[in-house]
Nanobody
Framework: QVRLVESGGGLVQAGGSLRLSCAAS????????MGWFRQPPGKERESVAI????????AYADSVKGRFTISRDNAKNSVYLQMNSLKPEDTAVYYC???????????WGQGTQVTVSP
């Protein structure tokens, strides 16, 4: 059983930056692909960024390419999401998730709120 705890959300003005962190426990972190997802108000949850077990392969939603960077530190059992040039449309609850099989995210954190003001 993998437990994930996100942190780093908050209120920021448009154009600002935030760094989200996700700490994992209870499993072998390096065996899991990791992802960041978000759910904007009144909308479905969507994928934001994913990273491979080793961290050498990443993928991003078109809406965040060039602004967000996902990274992981397997020694610290953590995954990060650096978010720059934030826009009001980035406002959402952000979740991290873990998958042993790529694309099948079995473990989820409780989420952290990110609010971007105009």
């Amino acid at each position: 059983q993998v437990r994930l705890v996100e942190s780093g959300g908050g209120l920021v003005q448009a154009g600002g930056s935030l760094r989200l962190s996700c700490a994992a426990s209870g499993g072998t972190f390096g065996n899991h692909h990791m992802g960041w997802f978000r759910q904007p108000p009144g909308k479905e949850r969507e994928s934001v960024a994913i990273v491979s077990r080793s961290g050498d392969s990443t993928a991003y939603a078109d809406s965040v390419k060039g602004r967000f960077t996902i990274s992981r530190d397997n020694a610290k059992n953590s995954v990060y999401l650096q978010m720059n040039s934030l826009k009001p449309e980035d406002t959402a609850v952000y979740y991290c998730a873990a998958a042993v099989i790529p694309g099948l995210y079995r473990y989820w954190g409780q989420g952290t709120q990110v609010t971007v003001s105009p």
